[in-house]
Nanobody
């Protein structure tokens, strides 16, 4: 059973940066893609960014140019480097991984942007 372990997050200041990491375990197979979603109370979970095993990255318009996603296929890890943080980036961030049409989710990590 694939499990995703997230780390990072916490409190960041407007204009500052934070780093989220996620590692998949329970399989020796590489994920087809890995990424991050976020959710605020009362709203649906929304895509932040994902990256395919081939290295193609996709970003939400709201974070393009501020966030960078990267991955290590051999280690099944994905990193989200968040910069130029805004209060509206405050949310619970969820790691997502897809392999063989099956989607896996982490438990979520809180990111709060506030001065």
């Amino acid at each position: 059973q694939v499990q995703l372990a997230e780390s990072g997050g916490g409190l960041g200041q407007p204009g500052g940066s934070l780093r989220l990491s996620c590692a998949a375990s329970g399989t020796d197979d590489s994920m087809n893609s890995m990424g991050w979603y976020r959710q605020v109370p009362g709203k649906q979970r929304a895509l932040v960014a994902f990256i395919t095993s081939g290295g193609r990255a996709t970003y939400a318009d709201s974070v393009r140019g501020r966030f960078t996603i990267s991955s290590d296929n051999a280690k099944n890890t994905v990193i989200l480097q968040m910069g130029s943080l805004k209060p509206e980036d405050t949310a619970v961030y969820y790691c997502n991984a897809i392999r063989a049409r099956t989607s896996y989710w982490g438990q979520g990590t809180q990111v709060t942007v506030s001065s």
